[in-house]
Every structure is written in C-alpha cells, then in structure tokens.
C-alpha cells in the first residue's frame, strides 16, 4: 500500500502573517484622460467618451480624491448620453468594460448624488445588467480593486 505524502510537501510557512504582504498600489494609474474626454464630449461623441474612461480606471491606487474625480467625470459621460442612446453604447462596450462601468455606476451611487442623477444611474444599471447578465454584478462586487 503506498502512502501519499504529496501534502507533506507544502511550504506551510509561507503563509505566515508576519510575511504576509499587502497589495502593491500603483501610483501611475490615474484614471481616464479628463481632456481627451472633454474634446470627444465636446464633439458629441459620448460613447467613444465613455469607451476611454472605461480603459484606465484607478482601481490600483489608494489616492480616493483620484477615483471620485473619475467618478464624477464618468457620470458626466453617462450624464451626456440620452436615454435612447444607451443600449446602442453598451453595444459598442466589451464586458470587461461593463464589469468597470458597474464598478463606477455602484462608486455614483455611494457619492450621495441628488436622486436625478441616481435614477439615471440605476437606468444604466438597468441597461448594463441586461446587457451583461447578473455576471457584471457579481465581478463588480466582488473585485479587490474597488474604485
């Protein structure tokens, strides 16, 4: 009869506490492009806006002042795009993109914003959910880079 002592291979002690490090932040992720964002807004090309706002979100940086300006700014994409427009946008996004634009719809929600922009956010929630299925709920939650 032969043993297995496979489990007796493990390094148990790197799963020590006092070695046991925290999440390295990064200092280079700062977020959409705010100019460029403004020139295709100003265009009138909000869903190409809000494509490069979903491209670099903060999600590595502890910087909280940086992940609300991006908020903000991704609002004002959302904010701009009209209601009959949306579905046609959430086409153009992957769903990667749309686990990030859930990520900053549920960060909106948190901001204490008036209940016009709320309702308007859980229209788009409404929308994404559709779009990418109770999925993008769950990865949106449950995703250690939170913004």
Known sequence: MSKNIAFRRIDVDQYDEEK???DQTDD?????DEQEVNNLL?????????????Q???????NEAMKEKSALLVLRVLSSIKSGEINSALDSLSVEDIDVLMKYI?????LGL???QCGY???WHDKALQ????????????DRNRL
Do not use: H
């Open 131 to 142: 779009k990418a299925g109770k999925g993008c709920i769950i990865r949106a939650l449950s």
């Open 114 to 116: 008036d209940s016009q």
């Open 121 to 123: 956010l859980l229209t």
């Open 56 to 62: 670099n979100p903060p999600v590595r940086t502890k």
């Open 42 to 54: 100003g265009a009138g090309k909000a869903p190409m806006a809000l494509k490069v706002c979903l």
């Open 106 to 110: 549920y960060k909106g929600m948190g």
């Open 20 to 22: 046991f490090k925290e």
């Open 28 to 32: 280079t992720d700062v977020g959409p």
